[in-house]
């Protein structure tokens, strides 16, 4: 009798279940185990009002808990007793904009493989198709106006539901019920193919027409979820150069979408968990190694071991590559400028770059652009924050609300609300004006629907930032970028305690105003005390010694009391007015850059003087290491007043005499890394038995270079040391917003309670 006794709950569920096909899911089990109540989406939440008997809502609630939807991700259930009232039947009652204490942005997904067959399915409504979705796929963020996620709060609201799709709407045993962005070729969006003239192509079938001027050789500017792509042929070489000039991208490697995973693995090695991230609903950007017989163009990635590869995840891309096997696929802008989202903008602003527009009259309202991710010593780890990962959400106990306003480079933002850290996509350069605005409004519409009014800014300590100016308003606090860095690792592995940090970086201001980018820390999130660095190098030309390596190569040989002559293929009369500079410390900057001293050496032996896009000289580093080389070049490390400090000058000698002694530049770049990852464990091992710490995070865009990486944490891990390194969060600059936020939240915390 007790079991047959009826309750009631009222529960509540928080994480991403908006826009995933949860409500759906939750009526067809309330269904089966014979609850009754309603369901709608409350704020940012998922809210149930449930009766039945004990047994069965404890049945219910299990299925819901423990298998939910595949895109849907459950963060918290509350679940309060409530009086019981009998109903009828169990509803998905309509949304509630009751302001939820926790919400969740649904990230855009990929077409699921039973839209897929939708748009194959010559029989059906959605033949061809190119905005066929349910429940389980299509965009979300990058078409939310405000939450709940109901399609009037979407750019799906200018299309009215035809009868049809409103039947499978409304018809529990549909897919599409309550998918609120339905639509058929009767009722939703449409293609539109235009010249960079702004003649419309008509009369023809739009997708045909488009692949046949691809295989022409003509480039396309393609609407997709987040923005714009320029596309051309992936086997047309000529086809790819004249992208790469247009794009004004002369050697960075291009994203390749291909048709399947088989024609990925044709191309590329790749693991399971390779292919598990591919195939995955998310369909980020997968950095893969290319087969040594690879045939394909080699300018889509020159001079480069790997390829970045992404599978098709619109229904426009299945319906494209079902004529083609694989299409380049790079964002649609023009070098240094955002992505291209709306349709007014980028044909003004790329008719010059694309033969043809392939848009669409669904209006983008959040620019989103690709994700790049990489499996590395079996891990997932995020590059760049796109499609499919952003905003990302991550549970920390932090009770302010607070924004982060990030770095320069690699930017991205961050906003905390009820123990939640929500982090933007990538939003680029801000030296960039139009990147700039961008970046603005990104933030205020994250803010809006999150309803965050910030008690706190935190931004980066560097003077000239463009983000530091973002608000005159509320408390601001500024967090070192390389403590940002630490922290951002911390938090995405839930350290609090005393750590010894690694962090090594091209460019961060220090707190004595140099520059810093080759640090040991100790500290936790609130604090850090600086241990150990390279030592200070005196590099002239400011941001030009980024852009040319050789300045740095300069740089280093004057500090080391060396000549120039090692420096091949630049102007004597450019040496030597660098070296005057430095004489007079011209236009220079102190700094313990280790991004600076990759740049150094890849300019020494001969592989990079000039770079186009960041790292690029650092990453024509990495390419040729000869793993089978174990030789390493002397160093020293000095302590003065209790620091340790690196030193170059042995470093720079041995690879001197090897170029002297025309040894291959692979085995002085091995003996390079080599040296590097050494030295890193030897100063690490001195720090763990002074201070008697065993976690150790390696953070810090230098930390991308996967031989060093690796090096370094096998050695530690090996020692007993327990070592981390970012995975959810960038390890780049990007993972700044996310580290600056949550120190800023230690800080406040530890200051509350002295």
């Not at 598990?276 to 080699?298: A, G, N, T, Y």
């Not at 619109?314 to 291209?340: K, R, W, Y």
């Not at 190098?537 to 740095?552: F, H, M, S, T, V």
Request: aromatic share 10%; net charge positive.
């Amino acid at each position: 009798m007790k079991d047959n006794f009826k309750k009631r709950y009222l529960v509540n569920i928080y994480g991403i279940v908006q826009g995933v096909g949860f409500r759906p899911f939750v009526y067809n089990t309330a269904r089966k185990y014979e609850i009754k109540g309603w369901v709608n989406n409350n704020g940012g939440a998922v809210t149930i009002d449930i009766t039945g008997t004990a047994p069965n809502i404890k049945k219910f609630m299990l299925t819901v808990a423990k298998n939910p939807p595949s895109p849907a991700v459950i963060n918290k259930i509350s679940c309060i007793s409530l009086v019981y009232v009998p109903y009828d039947n169990f509803k998905i009652r309509e949304s509630s904009d009751e302001i939820a204490t926790e919400k969740f942005i649904p990230p855009d997904m990929g077409t699921c493989e039973a839209c897929v067959r939708d748009i194959m399915n010559k029989k059906g409504k959605r033949y061809n198709y190119a905005f066929t979705n349910c429940t389980k796929c299509g965009p979300r963020y990058s078409i939310i106006k405000k939450l709940p996620y109901d399609r009037e709060n979407t750019t799906m609201e200018p299309f009215k539901i035809c009868s049809s799709c409103n039947e499978e709407y409304h018809n529990p045993e549909d897919r599409r019920f309550h998918a609120e962005t339905n639509c058929c070729v009767e009722c939703g969006p449409s293609l539109l193919l235009i010249d960079n003239l702004g003649k419309v192509q008509e009369g023809l079938d739009i997708i045909d027409e488009t692949i046949k001027f691809i295989k022409m050789g003509k480039i396309i500017a393609i609407k997709g979820i987040g923005g714009f792509h320029l596309v051309c042929s992936g086997r047309n070489e000529k086809a790819i150069a004249e992208l790469r000039s247009r794009k004004r991208r002369p050697s960075k490697p291009l994203a390749v979408m291909m048709k399947d995973i088989n024609t990925v693995r044709e191309f590329c090695e790749i693991g399971e968990k390779e292919e598990q991230v591919l195939r995955s609903r998310k369909r980020p950007i997968v950095i893969l190694k290319k087969k040594d017989h690879m045939k394909l163009p080699e300018n889509i990635a020159p001079g480069q071991k790997k390829l970045g590869v992404m599978l098709p995840y619109a229904p426009l891309h299945f319906l494209m590559l079902e004529q083609v096997d694989m299409l380049i696929m790079t964002s649609g802008n023009i070098s240094g400028c955002p992505i291209e989202y709306k349709n007014k903008s980028a044909f003004n602003h790329l008719k010059s770059a694309a033969d043809y527009f392939l848009m669409h009259n669904r209006e983008i309202y959040v620019p989103v652009d690709d994700s790049v991710v990489k499996v590395f010593m079996s891990k997932e780890c995020v590059i760049r924050m796109g499609r499919g990962y952003s905003p990302s959400t991550q549970h920390i106990d932090i009770k302010d609300n607070i924004v982060s306003l990030g770095s320069q480079e690699k930017s991205s933002v961050s906003l905390s609300k009820n123990s939640n850290i929500y982090t933007s996509q990538y939003l680029g350069k801000l030296e960039n004006l139009n990147c700039y605005e961008n970046y603005q409004y990104v933030l205020k519409h994250l803010m809006k629907l999150l309803d965050v009014k910030p008690k706190v800014w935190v931004c980066d300590m560097h003077p000239s930032y463009t983000s530091n100016g973002y608000s005159k308003e509320g408390i601001k606090l500024r967090v070192q970028h390389h403590h940002a860095h630490m922290v951002s690792c911390m938090a995405e592995h839930n350290i609090s305690e005393e750590v010894i940090g690694v962090i090594y970086d091209g460019t961060g201001f220090g707190l004595d105003g140099n520059i810093w980018g080759g640090e040991f820390f100790v500290g936790d999130r609130a604090s850090f005390k600086r241990v150990g660095h390279f030592e200070y190098i005196n590099l002239q030309g400011g941001d030009a010694a980024i852009k040319e390596p050789w300045r740095c190569a300069v740089s280093y040989l004057y500090h080391c009391g060396c000549k120039n002559n090692f420096i091949k293929n630049i102007d004597e009369d450019k040496l030597n007015m660098v070296v005057q500079a430095l004489k007079s410390s011209l236009n220079c900057y102190k700094a313990s850059s280790i991004g600076r001293f990759f740049d150094c050496i890849a300019a020494l032996i001969g592989v990079k003087n000039f770079i186009t896009y960041d790292a690029e000289a650092a990453i024509a580093l990495e390419n040729i290491v000869d793993e089978a080389v174990e030789g390493y070049y002397k160093y020293k490390i000095k302590t003065e007043d209790n620091i340790f400090i690196i030193g170059v000058k042995e470093i720079i000698y041995g690879v001197l005499c090897d170029i002297e002694d025309r040894v291959n530049k692979a085995v002085i770049s091995s003996k390079f890394h080599n040296t590097i990852s050494k030295l890193t464990c030897d100063l690490v091992f001195k720090l763990t038995k002074i201070y008697n710490i065993s976690k150790v995070v390696l953070s810090g865009g230098v930390f991308e270079n996967e031989h060093l990486l690796k090096a370094v944490y096998d050695e530690l891990s090996q020692s007993g040391l327990k070592v981390f390194f970012n995975c959810k969060i960038p390890i780049n600059d990007g993972g700044i917003s996310f580290g600056q936020i949550a120190a800023a939240a230690a800080v406040i915390k530890k200051k509350s309670t002295e």
